[in-house]
């Protein structure tokens, strides 16, 4: 992330990681908590990879649904 500091000024790059990092980190972390709710016997050491739909590329669904 320094190395962006030679092409965008430190205020657009907080401006950004406010705006738009931040609240992406949000959502997945609030959809990796709704998926566990929902399948509480899935290992977590491949939660993020089970949360994604089969339609857009999950290679293999490992949790007792």
């Known amino acids: 992330m320094y190395a962006d500091l030679g ?3 430190a205020a657009s790059i907080r401006v ?3 705006g738009l ?3 992406c980190l949000v959502l997945q972390y609030m959809g990796q908590a ?3 709710s929902k399948s ?3 290992n977590i050491h491949f939660i993020f ?3 994604i739909p089969r ?3 999950a290679a293999s669904k490992q949790c007792d649904q």
Do not use: K, Q, R, W
Request: overall charge negative; glycine content about 4%.
């Open 55 to 57: 339609m857009y590329g």
């Open 40 to 42: 509480p016997n899935c």
């Open 7 to 9: 092409h965008f000024t």
């Open 34 to 36: 709704a998926f566990l």
């Open 49 to 51: 990879f089970e949360s």
């Open 16 to 18: 950004a990681f406010v």
């Open 21 to 23: 990092i931040y609240p």
